[in-house]
């Protein structure tokens, strides 16, 4: 699986990254494929100029690591975001976030033109919600606002940090870089994505939800026998 991210995202990269851009980073397994490649890039001397601007603090560590140099939003704003995806369903509207960085992925893939998503194939699925959606939110009454998700025919669970806690408890609420609580909501299907996000961010206390709608311009979906790159139909 490794290698079929891997190749998804190196595609990615080859055919969309040039000397002197700025690129917006994304977070996630298949991500780092995307930004250790660009890495390697700048290193062989193939590209000169990037700079990228990480979705996560996880990310800017890596890009560190590997030379890329970083610059914030007030800085400069990226042409596109590489980046990965939990669920990639029909007009390549997606699920992000069950990484736990979907709030800062959305504002770095709205700052640029386009979205570009990196993944294997076991992540196309014929309506979305085959998994949780990720809602991030406020940790001030995050009891209320789980209620009010689950008025809208979910099953929410308030995320922790589980096995491998780097805080040493695993019950207690993972915290994503910006301070907040994230939900993962379970539906039975997605069907209609834009009515689903509407009636979320009604809640007070729901900060960003994991649907990606109409940000990706294209997916490279990598395969056992090969890459394939699926076009957002034109609006």
């Known amino acids: 699986m490794e290698d079929l991210k891997r190749a998804a995202a190196g595609r990615a990269v080859e055919e969309y990254v040039e000397s002197g851009m700025v690129v917006g980073l994304g977070t996630g397994s298949t991500a780092s494929h995307a930004v250790w490649k660009i ?3 700048i290193a062989a001397g193939e590209l000169s100029g990037v ?9 800017a560590a890596m890009a ?5 140099p970083l610059v914030t939003l007030s800085e400069e704003q990226p042409r596109f975001t590489i980046d990965g995806a939990d669920e990639i369903g029909p007009e390549l509207n997606l699920i992000k976030g069950r990484g736990g960085a979907l709030l800062r992925e959305k504002i770095v893939a709205g700052a640029g033109e386009f979205l570009v998503v990196v993944a294997d194939d076991t992540k196309l699925v014929d309506t979305l919600g085959l998994g949780p959606l990720p809602v991030e939110i406020e940790p001030f009454g995050w009891e209320v606002t789980l ?13 922790l940090e589980g096995p491998g806690s780097q805080t040493g ?18 539906f039975p299907s997605i069907p209609d994505p834009f009515a689903l996000e509407e009636e979320i961010k009604r809640i007070p206390g729901a900060l960003e939800t994991g649907l990606f709608i109409g940000f990706a311009k294209s997916a490279i979906v990598a395969r056992q026998d090969g890459t394939e790159v699926i076009e957002a139909s034109p609006h």
């Open 51 to 59: 700079r990228g601007v990480p979705t996560s603090a996880r990310t």
């Open 169 to 186: 408890d695993p019950e207690r609420p993972y915290v994503t870089d910006g301070g907040h609580y994230t939900a993962d909501c379970l």
């Open 64 to 68: 560190r690591e590997v030379g890329i």
């Open 39 to 41: 890495g390697e890039l």
């Open 147 to 159: 209620d009010a998700l689950a008025s809208l025919g979910c099953e929410p669970s308030l995320r």
